[in-house]
């Protein structure tokens, strides 16, 4: 299928979410090793679920979400998207598929959306939630100038384990 790029990196193509990738939403969103870092809801997404998110998506100016394809490959490497959008701020989020992770793609991938809403949205802060055990993301964060402003403790219990979350923002 042809896919209006709508952003792109050395090794990405950004386009809009779709319905007709809702299955591989659901794929993404479901894989334990993914989904323990999202939510502590035990329950699977569904595709109504997914058939709503991407519907708000295409339909409000609240919400954005960029489905990413790898240039050399064409296979989806998974979403990121801005969501309670203001004219001042928003919320980033990011989910890249297990095969994709630790090559770098999410820093690529994060990088140009950040650009993105500075530059294009002309947000003046972007902020997000992370799981305290998500290690990786939070290192990949800082590494991006995210800093910490409030930390909730005890938000949930995934597999076992008592979690905090970790608000952060950077400003332009
Ligand atoms: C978090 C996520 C977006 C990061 O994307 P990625 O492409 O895997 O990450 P990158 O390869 O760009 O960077 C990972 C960095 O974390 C480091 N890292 C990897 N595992 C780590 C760990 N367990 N603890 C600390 N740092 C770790 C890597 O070394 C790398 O840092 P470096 O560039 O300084 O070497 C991706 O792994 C993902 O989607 N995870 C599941 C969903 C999720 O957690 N989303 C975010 C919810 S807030």
Redesign the pocket.
């Known amino acids: 299928m042809n896919r209006e790029i709508v952003l792109e990196t050395n090794r990405i193509n950004f386009t809009n979410v779709s319905y007709d990738l809702i299955d591989e939403y659901l794929k993404l969103f479901n894989n334990p090793n993914?989904k323990k870092?999202?939510t502590a809801d035990p329950n699977l997404y569904t595709y109504e679920n997914r058939f709503m998110c991407v519907k708000e998506a295409l339909e409000t100016d609240t919400l954005i979400i960029l489905s990413m394809f790898d240039k050399q490959s064409g296979r989806f490497i998974?979403n990121i998207d801005f969501d309670n959008i203001t004219s001042d701020n928003a919320e980033i989020?990011?989910?890249?598929n297990e095969k994709?992770?630790?090559?770098?793609?999410?820093?690529e991938a994060l990088k140009r959306f950040i650009e993105y809403g500075f530059d294009e949205l002309k947000l003046k802060e972007i902020y997000?939630g992370?799981y305290s055990n998500?290690?990786?993301?939070i290192?990949?964060y800082k590494?991006l100038g995210f800093i910490t402003y409030k930390v909730e403790e005890k938000v949930a219990i995934i597999n076992g384990e008592s979690v905090d979350t970790i608000y952060m923002k950077l400003h332009k």
């Open positions: 993914i870092f999202i998974g989020g990011i989910i890249i994709f992770q630790n090559n770098h793609y999410g820093l997000l992370v998500n290690d990786r993301a290192h990949l590494k």
